[in-house]
Nanobody, 117 residues
Framework: QVQLGESGGGSVQPGGSLTLSCTASGNIPEFNGMGWYRQAPGKEREMVATRTNGGWANYADSVKGRFTISRESGWNTVYLQMNSLEPEDTAVYYC???????????WGQGTQVTVSS
């Protein structure tokens, strides 16, 4: 199975920045891309950003202009640079690996991001 190791979460003041990282390891099948989801307290898990193997990037409307996703394909690594963080960004952030069918097939354990004054 694939293992996804996440890091970079923490507590930050509104307007601050954090960078999350995730590296996939193990028996990695062919995949279309990597991305990030988040789940806020009392909310469903939602897509935040996706980076395809072809270099395309997609973002949730709520984070456009503030978050940047990047890939290091040689090491199966994805980053999420988060700027101008808001309390609404508080959530557990999960790394995911997309199958060739486009499904989010593998998940990391999650890393907590807390934005508060």
């Amino acid at each position: 199975q694939v293992q996804l190791g996440e890091s970079g979460g923490g507590s930050v003041q509104p307007g601050g920045s954090l960078t999350l990282s995730c590296t996939a390891s193990g028996n990695i099948p062919e995949f279309n891309g990597m991305g990030w989801y988040r789940q806020a307290p009392g909310k469903e898990r939602e897509m935040v950003a996706t980076r395809t193997n072809g270099g395309w990037a997609n973002y949730a409307d709520s984070v456009k202009g503030r978050f940047t996703i990047s890939r290091e394909s040689g090491w199966n690594t994805v980053y999420l640079q988060m700027n101008s963080l808001e309390p609404e960004d508080t959530a557990v952030y999960y790394c995911t690996l997309y199958s060739l069918r486009g499904d989010a097939s593998y998940w990391g354990q999650g890393t907590q991001v807390t934005v508060s004054s």
